[in-house]
Every structure is written in structure tokens, then in C-alpha cells.
């Protein structure tokens, strides 16, 4: 099969994202895409079972976002949001003020999900300073991942991630488990007591970590870290920028399924529909409160030059109105019950340690390192679209995935870990 030319001619230009220039295999050329499916330049065709990095909720090209960014881009594609205003930010920003719970209300936009932790752990640390008092480390934890920034990394497990790489040139945050019971809650507690006037906050995925493994926690570790917040005065950030927006299916957001109310929340990935790159911190009143000053000096020390871009609001706006005239939540957790059943059969599998599920997804966890070439040729063999990591082959599919290409994917799943593991034995 030949590759299309502007592949061919632009390969040796284009450096990947996580990826070993000199030994990785290349990646595909995709043509189009539309709903679940990608086409490749040769004519195949892929379900997508990650969503693009789990962003692609409604599926691809959909029309309601398709129609909202064409009209955008006809009338004002961007303008600045120094001095400036436009309606799809300003919009925006009343729509996800009035979805999240409680008064987290105050909306800063940027362009990616790391900027968006960066910000928010810049708008805990300036909050205490504006306040006259120095805390600038975090509470963060093992498995967590916010980012691939400098201070977002600082807050990612230090041990997975590429803490060991820089270290010297990271801020050294607090690291520690999560709290998974009272034992554990009263001991993270005496931590804090020796160590809680250093920190602005605490940083956490909510109910799930997933660029860590997609390892999921209850309610419970989020209200205990709620209450040694409270104890301790430290900010509760929650950053959803994967599990925000519909993918647990219980509710739009892991804060209103746990039942706590954090400080500052981060939104991304899904923001926009999978369409354009976005990114939002929301504060609650007394966090931006702590900024209201005569002193210049203590407003918010951030803007983005595309921040609140003008097409990416028009197709969050959007996609809003998608999860408000269509059953997404509903359709999340059809999604997850159909992977709990079609996933189930490779627990028995040897190699493999675990089979879970939460909302919309699906994983199968081996005993060790996933091969992961071997795994992602088998399934897209089978049509699907995956990309295993650390030890897991997951899904998260687009949400609105039908019954059959949810099979689809999970039966695709199931058969390369079932061939992998039956070579293994022998
Ligand atoms: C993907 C992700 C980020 C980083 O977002 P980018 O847009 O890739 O910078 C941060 N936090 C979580 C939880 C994520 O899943």
C-alpha cells in the first residue's frame, strides 16, 4: 500500500509526541473521519475506541459543531480576550459556571489541558500571596497526571512520569498516596500538620487517574481529602480534564458524583468535542474574591494569546448543547454496562490482573509491561483504533459509540489480549 505523498515528503519533519523517532513504526495517515469511525489514506476503516485522547465525545464531524465553528468562522474566528469580549466566550463561561455545582463560577480560559492545572496551580499560589502569606507547594499523588509542562510535571507521579529526567529543574511537591480509608486519611493528616503551611493546595484527578493507568478510587478518598483541606486551609483542586464532561456517565462532572465541592476545577479534552483545542480553569467566589484588591499587583498574572478563541467557545457552546438535547450521560453509561459484560472474559485469561470498568471506560490490565505494537496491530487487524499504554489496553470511546461498534471494540480488545496471552503459554 503506498502512502500518500504529503506523508511521505513530511515524516522526517514531524516529531512525535512520546515516541522513539528512531525505532517507532509510523504512524497512520488518516484521510477523514465522521461519528466513530476514521478513514485511513488506504481505504481502511478504524473505529476510534479512545475518542482522539478521549476528547471526541459526540464522535467526528458532527453537524450541530461543524455548523456552530462554520458560522463562527464567518463572522469572528478570534480576537483577543485583553480589553476585548465576544459572545461564544462570554457564553461559555455563563454555561459552565451555571453546570458545575456550587459557586465555582469564575471561568479563566486558556488552550490546553496543562496550561489549564498550570493556571490553576498559579491562581492557588497567588491567592495565598495576595493574602500575605508564601505557600507555594502542592499535595499531589502517586499515579496522578496533569500535564507535561514544567509545574504540571512537578505534580505528576513522580516515579511514572519524566520526574526522574528533570529532576533538579521541577518544583518538589508533596507526594503521597491516596487516601483510601480513615486509617490512611488521619495519617496524611499528620503529614499535613508538619507540612500544611508550605502548600497552597492539593491537586487530584477525580475518581480516576488516567494517563496513570486508569486506576479508579472512590467518593470517599475525595471527601477525605476535602476534609484534610478544610483542617488544613489548602485549596482543593480537582483537575476533570479527562473525566469531566460526561465520561463517568453518573453526572457531567466526578465532583458531583463524589459529592465534594473543590476550589478550582480543569476542564479540556472533551471541552470542544474532540473540534479545537480549549481549556478552562474555574474558580470558586472566594478564590476569585482573593484577587478583588486596589493592588494591581493582585490580579491573576496569566493570558494566553488565544485565550477564549472564539472558534473553539462556538463549538464548546456547542457540544453544551449536544449534552443537553442528547441522551449522553445515558448513553456513557450504556457504554459502560455493554464493556462490563463484553470485557469480563479476559479476566481469566493468564496475564491478566484486572478487568474494570467505570462510565464509559473499559480496561483490561496484564500482569506486566502491555506490548504494546503487538496489541495495536491485533486490534486494528480487527478495525479498531487503540493505543496501549504502561500495562493497559483501555477504551473510551466516542460516547455516542452504538451497541455494535461497542462490541466491536471490546471483542477486539479481548481477542488480542487472548492471542498474546495463549502465545505467552507456549
Ligand atoms: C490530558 C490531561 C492533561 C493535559 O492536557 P493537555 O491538553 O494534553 O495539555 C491534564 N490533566 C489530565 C487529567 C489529563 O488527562
Redesign the pocket.
Known amino acids: 500500500m503506498t502512502a500518500p505523498d504529503w506523508f511521505d515528503k513530511g515524516r522526517k519533519h514531524v516529531w512525535l509526541p512520546y515516541t522513539q523517532m528512531q525505532t517507532a513504526r509510523a504512524p497512520l495517515p488518516v484521510a477523514s473521519a465522521a461519528g466513530t469511525r476514521l478513514r485511513l489514506s488506504d481505504g481502511r476503516e478504524l473505529i476510534d475506541g479512545i475518542s482522539s485522547w478521549w476528547a471526541c465525545v459526540h464522535g467526528y464531524r458532527h453537524p450541530h459543531i461543524e455548523d456552530a465553528v462554520r458560522r463562527q468562522l464567518e463572522t469572528l474566528p478570534h480576537v483577543m480576550l485583553g480589553g476585548l469580549a465576544h459572545e461564544q466566550a462570554y457564553t461559555l463561561a455563563q454555561r459552565l459556571a451555571a453546570l458545575l455545582p456550587g459557586d465555582l463560577d469564575h471561568v479563566f480560559f486558556s488552550d ?3 496550561v489549564a ?1 498550570e493556571v490553576a496551580m498559579k491562581m492557588a499560589s497567588q491567592y495565598w500571596l495576595n493574602r500575605g502569606r508564601r505557600r507555594v507547594k502542592f499535595l499531589c499523588f502517586k499515579g496522578g ?4 509542562t514544567f509545574a504540571t510535571m512537578s505534580v505528576c507521579d513522580p516515579d511514572e512520569g519524566m520526574h526522574s529526567l528533570f529532576k533538579g529543574a521541577l518544583l518538589e511537591q508533596i507526594v503521597v498516596n491516596l487516601p483510601t480509608n480513615a486509617a490512611q486519611e488521619a495519617a496524611l493528616g499528620e503529614l499535613l500538620e508538619q507540612h500544611g503551611k508550605d502548600l497552597a493546595g492539593i491537586v487530584v ?1 477525580p475518581l480516576v487517574q ?2 496513570g493507568g486508569m486506576v479508579f478510587h472512590d467518593p470517599f478518598t475525595l471527601q477525605a481529602l476535602r476534609r484534610l483541606a478544610d483542617t488544613h486551609e489548602l485549596l482543593l483542586i480537582f ?1 476533570e ?2 473525566v469531566g464532561l460526561g465520561r463517568l456517565g453518573d453526572a457531567m462532572f466526578a465532583c458531583e458524583i463524589a459529592g465534594v465541592q473543590p476550589d478550582i476545577v480543569t476542564l ?2 472533551a471541552l470542544t468535542g474532540g473540534t479545537l483545542p480549549l ?1 478552562a480553569t474555574i474558580a470558586s467566589r472566594r478564590i476569585h474574591e482573593g484577587f478583588l484588591s486596589d493592588d494591581p499587583m493582585h490580579a491573576l498574572m496569566h493570558g494566553p494569546t488565544y485565550m477564549g478563541n472564539a472558534l473553539g467557545c462556538a463549538a464548546a457552546n456547542a457540544s453544551l448543547d449536544l449534552f443537553e438535547q442528547e441522551p449522553r450521560l445515558a448513553q456513557a453509561r450504556a457504554i459502560g454496562r455493554q464493556l462490563q459484560a463484553l470485557l469480563e472474559p479476559a479476566r481469566e485469561l493468564p496475564g491478566v490482573r484486572d478487568v474494570r470498568v467505570r462510565g464509559a471506560i473499559g480496561v483490561i490490565q496484564l500482569d506486566g509491561p502491555a506490548p504494546a505494537d503487538r496489541l495495536s496491530e491485533s486490534c486494528i487487524a480487527s478495525g479498531v483504533w487503540l493505543r496501549p499504554f504502561r500495562d493497559i489496553l483501555y477504551t473510551t470511546p466516542p460516547l455516542v459509540a452504538q451497541e455494535e461498534d461497542v462490541a466491536h471494540i471490546a471483542n477486539a480488545m479481548v481477542a488480542a489480549v487472548s492471542e498474546w496471552s495463549a502465545d505467552r503459554a507456549t
Open positions: 490546553s489541558g496543562s492545572v497526571y496533569h500535564g507535561d484527578e488516567g494517563a483537575d480534564i479527562f479540556s479534552k481549556a
